[in-house]
């Protein structure tokens, strides 16, 4: 999240924040409390959706790696 300047407006509220990211809310409430103009969540890179994606990983050994 960063700090603007000054407020946005309506259209690019949505261009600039990510509104389905887990923190949004404590963002907001974090910069409403600063007294900022407004924020940005352009580059952040705490960014994590909270439509339940998950992170993936891949099995790096043979399946035979795998056996006890």
């Known amino acids: 999240m960063k700090k603007v300047e000054r ?11 990510r509104e389905d990211c887990l923190h949004y ?15 940005s969540c352009e580059g952040c890179p705490l960014f994590r959706s909270a439509k339940g994606d998950c992170v993936r990983y891949e099995r790096a050994a043979s399946a035979l790696g795998w056996e006890v």
């Open 7 to 17: 407020p946005l407006n309506l259209e690019a509220v949505s261009d600039s924040r």
């Open 25 to 39: 809310k404590s963002c907001l409430s974090e910069a409403s409390t600063l007294l900022w103009p407004s924020f």
